[in-house]
């Protein structure tokens, strides 16, 4: 009935066609006689190789006589233990060989050494000093020349502390920065 419906030129809907292509592929399948899968073959009259053995920590060499050039990749088994493919991996890029910055990275910079201001007291360093001044009681700071000159001028202009009338008082950046 299927092919007289095909062969009439009537026009056959997705869900029959569907059907009826699952259909032939089934009948396909049986119809087709099992081919038994070839033997294993070996090469050149060789065995197959068996998979590798799982090294364990056991199987690594001390850590202390390799060298750059030799190969680590032993200690990234999944039989070595966390702690032995941690200190491996640490001795392995502490070594000179790969501990070397090309000058052009911004964090290779040695950002613990930095100037002394001297007398420059900054925008930042104002705002400390009038927020010290404040929670000390003091209702306005004196008006001193360069103190004033500074407040204009930006935070270009130099006026030791003393002038400010703090004296030993230093304000604490880090007490900014946290609120």
């Excluded at 001390?62 to 941690?86: A, H, K, M, N």
Aim: charged fraction near 30%; hydrophobic fraction near 35%; include cysteine.
């Amino acid at each position: 009935m299927e092919r007289k419906e095909r062969l009439s030129g009537e026009a056959e809907s997705f869900l029959a066609r569907w059907s009826r292509r699952k259909d032939e592929a089934r009948h396909e399948a049986a119809a087709m006689p099992e081919v038994p899968s070839p033997p294993e073959q070996t090469t050149n009259d060789r065995p197959l190789e068996s998979p590798p053995r799982l090294l364990t920590d056991a199987d690594m060499p001390p850590i202390d006589s390799l060298r750059y050039e030799d190969d680590w990749s032993g200690f990234l088994s999944p039989g070595v233990s966390e702690g032995l493919r941690g200190e491996a991996l640490r001795r392995l890029f502490s070594s000179p060989e790969l501990n070397v910055t090309d000058g052009l990275d911004s964090y290779s910079g040695d950002y613990t050494c930095f100037e002394a201001l001297g007398a420059t007291v900054t925008a930042d360093m104002r705002h400390q000093i009038e927020r010290l001044l404040e929670a000390a009681g003091s209702a306005e700071p004196s008006p001193d020349a360069t103190v004033a000159a500074s407040a204009v001028d930006g935070w270009s202009a130099a006026a030791p502390m003393e002038t400010a009338g703090l004296g030993d008082v230093s304000p604490d950046p880090s007490e900014d920065a946290g609120g």
